[in-house]
């Protein structure tokens, strides 16, 4: 999530916080960081690096509909934000 090279982790619970890996397994940092709002289930959300800056971006799938919108990760070492690059599939 934050370009580091190591896997961070996101705890997906309708409100997606991130932990980062803090290179002293088995222990990963809180960040803090509250990565989206909003009901999310976990099925429904897709961490993948859409831009290839090796950063994973966020691709959340509507099930009923099959639309996807995809939120390019704007980490910038210090905050977390978000580009909505807007509905990629579906109606």
């Known amino acids: 999530m934050r370009g580091t090279g190591a896997d961070d982790y996101v705890s997906p619970d309708?409100?997606?916080y991130l932990y980062?890996?803090?290179?002293?397994?088995?222990?990963?940092?809180?960040?803090?960081?509250?990565?989206?709002?909003?009901?999310v289930i976990r099925k429904a959300f897709h961490l993948v690096d859409f831009n290839g800056d090796g950063k994973c971006d966020l691709w959340l799938v509507d099930g009923d509909s099959g639309a996807a919108e995809v939120w390019i990760n704007m980490w910038n070492?210090?905050?977390?934000?978000w580009n909505k690059r807007g509905v990629v599939t579906g109606e």
């Open 14 to 16: 309708g409100v997606g």
């Open 20 to 39: 980062g890996n803090s290179h002293n397994p088995p222990y990963w940092e809180p960040v803090g960081l509250e990565i989206f709002n909003g009901g």
């Open 77 to 81: 070492s210090t905050a977390m934000n």
